[in-house]
């Protein structure tokens, strides 16, 4: 009994600690996770900002070509990380929260091609 007893005990310790390791590691590493994750979505609404606000400068001062063209190339680059996004991530969660809004988006990722995709002038106005 005793020399069955000792193993048990052992291996029921060593599950005990690589649980109680494992929640440890998990408990200290989810405040840097989500720190990294709310960090990289704040860069992200700032860069949509700067875009916005570059938009709306060409609008105001009448250049409303170049405002389209801005627009344009800002879709253009969306579609582009959603499209790379879509095909290589196997998120299917993404594709029922496009779907959902977006019922033709879909079709449209798998086949995406940009016209703006590497390099583009971007539209300047003299007014």
């Not at 007893?5 to 405040?31: C, D, N, Q, Y």
């Not at 009448?62 to 627009?71: K, N, R, V, Y």
């Not at 798998?110 to 016209?115: D, L, S, Y």
């Amino acid at each position: 009994m005793k020399k069955v007893l000792l193993p048990v005990v052992v291996v029921i310790l060593l599950l005990v600690t690589a649980i109680g390791s494992f929640r440890f590691g998990v408990k200290t590493e989810r405040p840097e996770l989500n720190k990294a994750l709310y960090s990289t979505q704040a860069m992200l609404w700032f860069n949509h900002l700067l875009t916005f606000r570059e938009i709306e400068g060409l609008v105001a001062r009448g250049c409303a070509a170049e405002g389209l063209e801005a627009t344009r190339i800002a879709i253009d680059q969306e579609m582009h990380l959603l499209s790379e996004f879509h095909k290589n991530s196997g998120d299917t969660s993404i594709d029922k929260y496009i779907s959902d809004r977006d019922p033709q988006l879909l079709s449209q990722l798998e086949t995406f091609k940009g016209k703006y995709v590497g390099t583009w002038a971007r539209p300047t106005c003299n007014k």
